[in-house]
T-cell receptor, first 109, second 113 residues
Framework: TQLLEQSPQFLSIQEGENLTVYCNSS?????LQWYRQEPGEGPVLLVT?????EVKKLKRLTFQFGDARKDSSLHITAAQPGDTGLYLC?????????FGTGTKLQVIP | GAGVSQSPSNKVTEKGKDVELRCDPI?????LYWYRQRLGQGLEFLIY????????KSGLPSDRFSAERTGESVSTLTIQRTQQEDSAVYLC???????????FGDGTRLSIL
């Protein structure tokens, strides 16, 4: 069974602070996706990473795929209240898609 | 429509009743997925369709759950003889092909009294 463990589970920070969220597994993935989910809505795709060691930037968000393609991180610079939400990593396997356990982020103004 | 549409958005029913949840995927998307999300938790993968076929139904929680898809379009998730532990948000997503980035609907919030 593929498991995606995310850490931390909860994070409450002040506006302007930096943070990093991690997604780890013992399995190797061909690709990994990050989503953000706001209350009452479905998750929205942020990025897909495919190549080991790949780094992608989306404004203040930086995504990295581990060299061995078993882990990924999401770094947010100068967090804003609009970054508040549940961050989920996800990866596809044989006949199944696995989502991580999620990191709930709260950015306090 | 432009996005994934789910109906109803909210459903309250009594224990023991059957419920049917509907998902309209993005037009042209061949893969369709169903997830369950309990309050404050992550997503639990239930089943996916490639076209009208569901290759693996082992993710469905029990034999009270079933899903079908017709015309490579609309899908329904049916829960028979609902139990209180079935209370959750049921999310549907679609993608151009299995494993590609998914586009989610806003879910159906199911409450079993």
């Amino acid at each position: 069974t593929q498991l995606l463990e995310q850490s931390p589970q909860f994070l409450s920070i002040q506006e302007g602070e930096n943070l990093t969220v991690y997604c780890n597994s013992s399995s190797v993935f061909s690709s990994l996706q990050w989503y953000r989910q706001e209350p009452g809505e479905g998750p929205v795709l942020l990025v897909t990473v495919v190549t080991g060691g790949e780094v992608k930037k989306l404004k203040r968000l930086t995504f990295q795929f581990g060299d061995a393609r078993k882990d990924s991180s999401l770094h947010i610079t100068a967090a804003q209240p609009g970054d508040t939400g549940l961050y989920l990593c996800a990866a596809g396997g044989y006949q199944k898609v696995t989502f991580g356990t999620g990191t709930k982020l709260q950015v306090i103004p | 429509g432009a996005g994934v549409s789910q109906s109803p958005s909210n459903k309250v029913t009594e224990k023991g009743k059957d419920v049917e949840l509907r998902c309209d995927p993005i037009s042209g998307h061949t893969a369709l997925y169903w997830y369950r999300q309990r309050l404050g938790q992550g997503l639990e993968f239930l089943i996916y369709f490639q076209g009208n076929s569901a290759p693996d139904k082992s993710g469905l929680p029990s034999d009270r759950f079933s899903a079908e898809r017709t015309g490579e379009s609309v899908s329904t998730l049916t829960i028979q003889r609902t139990q209180q532990e079935d209370s959750a948000v049921y999310l549907c997503a679609s993608s151009s092909w299995f494993g590609q980035p998914q586009h989610f609907g806003d879910g159906t919030r199911l409450s079993i009294l």
